[in-house]
Nanobody, 112 residues
Framework: QLQASGGGLVQPGGSLRLSCAAS????????MGWYRQAPGKQRELVAG???????NYADSVKGRFTISRDNAKNTVYLQMNSLKPEDTAVYYC????????WGQGTQVTVSS
């Protein structure tokens, strides 16, 4: 039901914009979020956004990542700037708490 896209290989300091398209309406989902999982690590929440547009971020991405949502398009975005090698991970979207089956995610690799 949730399809993340927009990942890729980028150099340190670069930017990417991730998109998460929902097959159904997300209008009624109060809080949507972006999560990531690096190799050998647990999945972690990096950003969340309420239906009213309030946002929250993990300390590790604060000031560099921006989450947004377009309820009319059933899409959640994650703008990632000033990327660091430690941002390398598979990125997923889901509700907070997670309500949907986890999709394949989108791979983000930050490397020179």
């Amino acid at each position: 039901q949730l399809q993340a896209s927009g990942g890729g290989l980028v150099q340190p300091g670069g930017s990417l914009r991730l998109s998460c398209a929902a097959s159904g309406s997300i209008f009624s989902i109060n809080v949507m979020g972006w999560y990531r999982q690096a190799p050998g690590k647990q999945r972690e929440l990096v950003a969340g956004i309420t239906s009213g547009g309030s946002t929250n971020y993990a300390d590790s991405v604060k000031g560099r990542f921006t989450i947004s949502r377009d309820n009319a398009k059933n899409t959640v975005y994650l703008q990632m700037n000033s990327l660091k090698p430690e941002d390398t991970a598979v990125y997923y979207c889901n509700a907070i708490p997670a309500l949907f089956k986890w999709g394949q995610g989108t791979q983000v690799t930050v490397s020179s």
